[in-house]
């Protein structure tokens, strides 16, 4: 168990929708980071956040956003959604934002767009 | 850019065969390197690490070496078992970006 939460595990949903995708980082852990892990793509980086601040951002689409709260927990959205959303999204922590630190990663939400 | 190359899988190898899976590098300065490992429907776990040339990382048996002259960091095993099967990642990061750079990631299967 890494200490990583990820609600829910699986999402079912349609094109155009908007989804919400949360993760509880380890307890310490300042640092969220969210991963989008396709079967064309593979893992692809989104966002990270730091102490509720973004700290750096990968391939993110406009269409996503994505926030960390006071409690440090974060919220992955995605929204006008496509088929090619489709994929398993991971969110990971680690105790500060240097790169070099081990990050740990949830069991991740499997959206798929019908 | 920074990436990272790792060979491509699926890699088939029986129960107790010695195991490498290459991955090299490309970096403008000194990165730390690490294997991430994915078991079936689970998230990525660090397997290990090496934040200097010439380390050597280690755990559960897998082993890697941070080879700066040859930009590798190969992983290895001396025997694997059928529950090594799993997605293995090679990553670096560089102390001036927040964010991991990813390989592909190797299929690794274990037959009995």
């Known amino acids: 168990d890494s200490g990583v939460t990820q609600t829910p595990k699986h999402l079912i949903t349609a094109t155009g929708q908007r989804v919400t995708l949360r993760c509880s980082p380890r307890?310490?852990?300042?640092?969220v980071y969210w991963y989008q892990q396709s079967l064309d793509q593979g893992l692809q980086f989104l966002i990270q956040?730091?102490?509720?601040?973004?700290?750096a951002k990968g391939n993110i689409l406009e269409r996503f956003s994505a926030q960390q709260f006071p409690d440090l927990h974060s919220e992955l959205n995605l929204s006008s959604l496509e088929l090619g959303d489709s994929a398993l999204y991971f969110c990971?922590?680690?105790?500060?934002?240097?790169?070099?630190?081990?990050?740990?990663f949830g069991d991740g939400t499997r959206l798929s767009i019908l | 850019g920074d990436s990272v190359t790792q060979m491509e899988g699926p890699v088939t190898l029986s129960e107790e065969a010695f195991l490498t899976i290459n991955c090299t590098y490309t970096?403008?300065?000194?990165?730390?390197l690490f294997w991430y490992v994915q078991y079936p429907g689970e998230g990525l776990q660090l397997l290990l690490k090496?934040?200097?040339a010439d380390d050597k990382g280690s755990n559960k048996g897998f082993e890697a070496t941070y080879r700066k002259e040859t930009t590798s960091f190969h992983l290895e095993k001396g025997s694997v078992q059928v529950s090594d099967s799993a997605v293995y990642f090679c990553?670096?990061?560089?102390?001036?970006?927040?964010?991991?750079?990813w390989g592909a990631g190797t299929k690794l299967i274990i037959k009995p």
């Open positions: 990971a922590s680690s105790v500060g934002d240097i790169s070099n630190q081990p990050q740990h």
């Open positions: 307890s310490g852990d300042l640092s």
């Open positions: 956040y730091y102490n509720g601040e973004e700290r």
């Open positions: 970096a403008t300065g000194y990165p730390s």
């Open positions: 090496a934040t200097k």
């Open positions: 990553a670096l990061s560089m102390d001036s970006n927040y964010q991991l750079i």
